[in-house]
């Protein structure tokens, strides 16, 4: 009968363990989706000029990324009256976009009289890439830990899932710092900036898979408080 007990005792610990191994794995999933989604939009941030700036009919703004920038040409009468600067990128109108040529000959880009700083937006995109990079690594190693019971691949897996999270915040903070000295290349031409709906995405991953990453380093340890915290609430019920 004791036996029973111990060994149903180990059961519902494991189960448990699984069971949040199974959280953790989820997150890694929705971490790398949110990442791969922010990573290829050309929305990370706004740069919008006064709505009259132009003539009383249109204005122009523009959003981009990584790889991408896209001018668009709106409307005023689309905007609404209390903003005082064109935008948001939402709104119908005329869009001209193109790939920066900073990754291929080195050219910075000029965006409304204001250049680029490309070392900046060159870090911002490797940190970015080997972020996504240590995803997918951490994703084949949890692969590999629940399906073939390897315990082993739980450390690899949680190193690659808290430092692509915090490679994701520290791609967010270069990126901004690129736009910052974009804005103070040229002040002669006032721009309003927002960061975009891309870097929220980008952001949730980091979060996402830093708690991943933590579910997965208690799974690892030798004593795993995991199941024993399963095992204590599962004899208690009992």
Same mark, same amino acid.
């Given at each position: 009968?004791?036996?029973?007990?111990?060994?149903?005792?180990?059961?519902?610990?494991?189960?448990?363990?699984?069971?949040?191994?199974?959280?953790?794995?989820?997150?890694?999933?929705?971490?790398?989706?949110?990442?791969?989604?922010?990573?290829?939009?050309?929305?990370?941030?706004?740069?919008?000029?006064?709505?009259?700036?132009?003539?009383?009919?249109?204005?122009?703004?523009?959003?981009?990324?990584?790889?991408?920038?896209?001018?668009?040409?709106?409307?005023?009468s689309d905007i609404?009256?209390?903003?005082?600067?064109?935008?948001?990128?939402?709104?119908?109108?005329?869009?001209?976009?193109?790939?920066?040529?900073?990754?291929?000959?080195?050219?910075?880009? *000029?965006?409304?009289?204001?250049?680029?700083?490309?070392? %900046?937006?060159?870090? @911002?995109?490797?940190?970015? +890439?080997? =972020? #996504?990079?240590?995803?997918?690594?951490?994703?084949?190693?949890?692969?590999?830990?629940?399906?073939?019971?390897?315990?082993?691949?739980?450390?690899?897996?949680?190193?690659?899932?808290?430092?692509?999270?915090?490679?994701?915040?520290?791609?967010?903070?270069?990126?901004?710092?690129?736009?910052?000295?974009?804005?103070?290349?040229?002040?002669?031409?006032?721009?309003?900036?927002?960061?975009?709906?891309? *870097?929220?995405?980008?952001?949730?991953?980091?979060?996402? %898979?830093?708690?991943? @990453?933590?579910?997965?380093? +208690?799974? =690892? #340890?030798?004593?795993?408080?995991?199941?024993?915290?399963?095992?204590?609430?599962s004899s208690s019920?009992?």
């Amino acid at each position: 009968m004791w036996s029973n007990y111990f060994l149903q005792k180990e059961d519902d610990g494991r189960v448990g363990a699984a069971a949040l191994g199974g959280v953790g794995s989820k997150s890694g999933r929705q971490g790398v989706t949110l990442t791969v989604l922010g990573m290829g939009t050309e929305f990370w941030v706004e740069l919008s000029q006064p709505k009259h700036s132009r003539n009383n009919q249109t204005c122009e703004m523009a959003h981009y990324g990584l790889w991408k920038l896209c001018v668009r040409t709106l409307w005023v009468s689309d905007i609404d009256p209390e903003r005082e600067s064109c935008g948001p990128a939402e709104l119908p109108g005329e869009s001209n976009c193109t790939y920066f040529k900073v990754y291929t000959s080195g050219e910075n880009a *000029v965006i409304f009289k204001k250049t680029t700083e490309k070392g %900046l937006h060159i870090a @911002g995109a490797m940190l970015a +890439l080997f =972020s #996504l990079f240590l995803m997918i690594m951490g994703s084949v190693c949890i692969t590999m830990s629940l399906s073939k019971s390897v315990p082993f691949f739980l450390k690899p897996a949680t190193i690659c899932f808290i430092f692509s999270g915090i490679l994701v915040f520290l791609s967010i903070i270069v990126f901004h710092q690129s736009v910052l000295a974009l804005l103070a290349s040229d002040h002669s031409f006032p721009l309003h900036h927002e960061l975009s709906w891309s *870097v929220a995405c980008l952001g949730s991953a980091g979060a996402i %898979l830093i708690f991943g @990453g933590l579910i997965f380093l +208690l799974l =690892s #340890l030798p004593n795993n408080p995991l199941e024993k915290c399963f095992g204590q609430q599962s004899s208690s019920d009992a």
